[in-house]
């Protein structure tokens, strides 16, 4: 079992990262103060909840903790102002008080929508993220909570810290083979962000990892963790550094949102977008096509694609989707751009035309 810590002006908190950890739950959350005396809700999906509530609830209930459960369709559809309130409803039902506790078990998804129930809920109660999915390895760590709309994705949310991320790489053996590769798209923009050792080592990796090695599984969900945590202790609520995070972000949640969250799944949208990001890194900065290339390769060395399909998208649907990104200011563009692997710069002032170029060799044929 590996342990990290993130460190905060106002909290702190653990994240467990190991095998077999599920059933060591209500262990690890008398050790973050959560006691028994304190009712529980878990908030689950239609995929995840079949595969690991029963177990969960039952070793919660044998160590005292009163327990609900609400499950909401799988998928990014269900961020969504409607569940919020079904949810919130569905705590008041149970009992739930100030001292109660969200579980956020399952994806990304799961993470944000739960972590924004337990924002919103009495003005804000704790919660646990215990990740399910490779891509929430990502997402459970750092606050980031939130709903999309239907114009944006993550526009109504708010910043939460969890009380403890506790991540069983066990629960990734039961991911279907497209989720496990959409996760990675976080795991490789961690290292093309903030450490080109890391990268080298994805792309010697990729046959064990895809196979799911447990020990390089572990190690590679660590350092993908480590890099966020880095950032994140420095920069909790996105005035600075931490908006290197968005790296691909920019053009792939534009993807999501012009097809309705329906059609990419988060990491592939990403995927797509770190290839625009590099090859806009290189016509604006002069850089070496080799970066692309190494990129762009490195994503397809663990399935990820690297193109949209031609047809599908309008340049002008795409960029007004990125006008209403989050990192957009005074109506200008902004992208997270490479400087070289392992480095990145937050770029304001993007030119349209620029940005079409790229949407043009995005298109695949």
Known sequence: MKKL??????????????????????????????????????????????LYCSPILEALRQAGYQVGIEVVPAGEASKNLNQLEKLIGSCLQFGLDRQGVILALGGGVIGDLAGFVAASYMRGIRFVQIPTTLLAHDSSVG????????????????????????????????????????????VIKHGLIWDQAFVDWLAKEATDLL????????????????????????????SGIRAILNYGHTI??????VSG?????????????????????????????????VTTELLASFGLPTTYEAGRFTEQALLEAMKRDKKVKNDQYTFVLTRKLGQVEVVRGIDENEIRDVLRGLEGR
């Open 5 to 50: 810590t993130v460190s905060l002006e106002h909290c702190s908190y653990p994240i467990y990262i190991g095998t077999d950890l599920l059933a060591k739950l209500p262990v690890y959350l008398q050790e973050a103060g959560i006691t028994p005396q304190q009712k529980l809700m878990v908030i689950s999906d239609s995929n995840v909840a079949p």
């Open 261 to 293: 969250y329906s059609y990419y799944t988060h990491g592939e949208a990403v995927a797509i977008g770190i290839a625009g990001a590099v090859q806009l890194s290189c016509n604006r900065f002069g850089l070496d096509q080799e970066i692309v290339r």
């Open 143 to 186: 606050g980031k909570v939130g709903v999309n709309h239907a114009l944006g994705k993550n526009v109504i949310g708010a910043f939460h810290q969890p009380a403890l991320v506790l991540y069983d790489v066990g629960t990734l053996a039961t991911l279907p083979k497209r989720e496990l590769i959409s996760g990675f798209a976080e």
């Open 211 to 238: 196979a799911l090695h447990p020990e390089k599984l572990a190690e590679a969900i660590y350092h993908g963790c480590q890099v966020k945590v880095g950032v994140v202790s420095q920069d909790e609520r996105e």
């Open 252 to 257: 792939g949640h534009a993807l999501e949102a």
